[in-house]
């Protein structure tokens, strides 16, 4: 069992940055794909993008260029750095992890999910 723990949200004026962590319990951390998604109000929620157990990263296209996902295996953390932030970013941020290790963008493929940190972007 993996439990997940977002922090690192916030109000920020738009251009500015954020960036979220997101801490895993468990051993099998370093094994897992770990995705970023979100969620608007009245949205479904969305893939931002995810980070493969070999460190190889995937974006959707409206973020591509502005957020950064990494990890840190020897802290059970994986972190999206959020530049450039516009008001349309506003949603609750969540992060998942993947035991199958690959890459995907579905939100069914996700096995663990954290609780959501909510970040605010004001224009």
């Known amino acids: 069992q993996v439990q997940l723990v977002e922090s690192g949200g916030g109000l920020v004026q738009a251009g500015g940055s954020l960036r979220l962590s997101c801490v895993a319990s468990g051993r099998t951390f370093s094994s897992l794909s770990l995705g970023w998604f979100r969620q608007a109000p009245g949205k479904e929620r969305e893939f931002v993008g995810t980070?493969?157990?070999?460190?190889?990263?995937y974006y959707t296209d409206s973020v591509r260029g502005r957020f950064t996902i990494s990890r840190d295996n020897a802290k059970n953390t994986v972190y999206l750095q959020m530049n450039s932030l516009k008001p349309e970013d506003t949603a609750v941020y969540y992060c998942?992890?993947?035991?199958?290790?690959?890459?995907?963008?579905?939100?069914?493929?996700?096995?663990?999910w954290g609780q959501g940190t909510q970040v605010t972007v004001s224009s």
């Open positions: 980070i493969q157990s070999g460190a190889r990263t």
């Open positions: 998942a992890g993947n035991l199958r290790g690959g890459y995907s963008v579905r939100r069914s493929d996700y096995d663990y």
